[in-house]
């Protein structure tokens, strides 16, 4: 089955589970803790369709259906009424057979698969979630996730797949390269950093990116953390990243650039601050849009998740995610064979000419993080995704609208295939890649403030379920 129609089935029971919880924080007295746990263990066994068992998937979404069917049927009028508010009347008719409806389903399950699925394989994949972060790209904007990502430490959630794109496929690394997130070291990581060290106005040759007004050196600016320049050491590849990592960039099709390259290496001149020129900013506008309307242009690239992709060196894949045409080139220059012949057969398999900015086709990759789960990558296909928007459109920053407004058309596309997308409302500039220590740390603050009303929801929906029986 395609994973489109997976989605089909598998997301009105995660929305009826969603919706229970929510209501259930709302009234508590709408279900007992046991009650709710019957609830969920059946739609978390109706969702199911391949079960982890000794390292093997088996499919098991097909003896489900009766059962699948029938939770849909009872549940959804319930969980999603017409009045929006659940009831705890039409509630019970369903919760005094339920228990036993779904145990018996499970153990029917198991016998059915007798000798190749283990009751405790069932057991573990219905009643433990794991969390998936998605982390939007937007410059500046994006460094409010490093304060969700230590409120979500601080509770004990610990992501089991980080998806990014541009500036939160940086972010990303940072977190990745960790399993507990410290946020000292990160501040001590952005407190190195400086716009002289990562960005310089010098035209260079141009191999896998398309030039621009500045050239991105990360390798030089993080790289130090990530394995680049250590004495016999080598750079870290994305499968080599405690944490499973994937990152979004756009691959400009062969013969579809709408423009000769030096228009872009010319479009803002020597800076970015340009972009602040009346005159400058329509034009640069006009640039990403022609790519962002004209779909046949671009095409998406998940590097870590896409064929041929795993070992990818980490940091090249967040610099070519980053690499906003007009204003950032980054490319691969260096005398660096195995990664010249993976982008070359990339290239060549793919049919693409130039790579750039990942936000471009997917600001915000929740589809790709959904579609990662999906295969198995983490081990569980019972995940909660949870993504960071960053760039969404803001009133109180005019400027960045029209740019606002082109990430959201792909953005749009990616909501669905989150269970919880948080759209900032507070955040530094975009323009603030590099920011002061203190500004840093008023973005941390204020990530915390404003996911924390959410904090309720996503631990509960994270706690592992108890055993029924």
């Not at 395609?2 to 589970?17: A, K, Q, S, T």
Request: glycine share 8%.
């Amino acid at each position: 089955m395609r994973l489109r129609e997976r989605f089909e089935i598998i997301r009105p029971l995660e929305e009826l589970e969603s919706a229970l919880v929510r209501g259930a924080l709302e009234n508590p007295s709408l279900v007992s803790a046991h009650e709710e746990a019957v609830l969920r263990t059946a739609l978390s066994l109706a969702r199911l369709y391949k079960v982890n068992q000794a390292g093997r998937d088996l499919g098991v979404g097909a003896a489900l259906t009766p059962f699948r069917e029938e939770l849909s049927r009872r549940l959804t009028p319930v969980l999603l009424p017409k009045s929006g508010k659940i009831q705890r009347a039409e509630l019970l008719p369903h919760l005094r057979d339920l228990k036993e409806r779904t145990l018996n389903t499970r153990d029917s399950l198991v016998q059915r698969f007798k000798g190749r699925l283990s009751a405790d394989a069932v057991d573990h994949e219905i009643r433990n979630k794991s969390l998936v972060l998605v982390l939007g790209g937007g410059g500046g904007t994006a460094y409010v996730y490093l304060g969700v990502m230590a409120l979500l430490d601080e509770y004990g959630l610990s992501p089991k797949l980080l998806s990014g794109t541009s500036m939160g496929a940086i972010l990303g690394l940072f977190r990745s390269r960790m399993r507990r997130f410290e946020q000292d070291e990160v501040v001590n990581i952005v407190r190195t950093l400086s716009w002289r060290r990562l960005f310089r106005a010098v035209s260079t040759e141009n191999k896998y990116g398309v030039p621009a007004a500045l050239r991105l050196f990360l390798r030089s600016g993080i790289g130090r953390w990530f394995g680049v320049d250590t004495r016999g050491g080598e750079a870290l590849t994305l499968a080599q990243l405690p944490i499973k990592t994937l990152i979004t960039v756009s691959g400009i099709r062969t013969g579809k650039l709408p423009h000769p390259l030096e228009f872009y290496e010319r479009l803002t001149a020597a800076s970015p601050k340009r972009l602040l020129n009346p005159l400058v900013l329509p034009q640069w506008i006009a640039a990403l849009w022609e790519f962002a309307t004209h779909p046949e242009i671009l095409t998406r690239i998940t590097l870590g998740a896409d064929e041929g992709t795993e070992s990818f060196d980490a940091v090249d894949a967040a610099g070519f995610s980053s690499a906003l045409p007009g204003i950032i080139h980054y490319d691969v220059l260096r005398a660096d064979p195995r990664m010249h012949s993976m982008l070359g057969d990339m290239f060549a398999s793919r049919h693409i000419f130039r790579l750039v900015d990942g936000g471009l086709v997917d600001n915000v990759p929740s589809k790709a993080a959904w579609r990662a789960v999906h295969k198995g990558e983490i081990g569980t296909r019972n995940a909660f995704i949870f993504a960071l928007n960053g760039f969404a459109t803001k009133l109180s920053t005019p400027l960045w609208i029209p740019l606002q407004r082109i990430a959201e058309l792909n953005v749009a596309r990616s909501r669905p295939w989150a269970h919880l997308t948080h759209d900032f409302k507070r955040t530094l500039n975009a323009l603030s890649v590099v920011p002061r220590v203190d500004e840093l740390l008023d973005a941390i603050q204020w990530g915390r403030a404003q996911v924390a009303p959410q904090l309720p929801f996503i631990t509960r929906m994270l706690a592992p379920l108890p055993r029924l029986g």
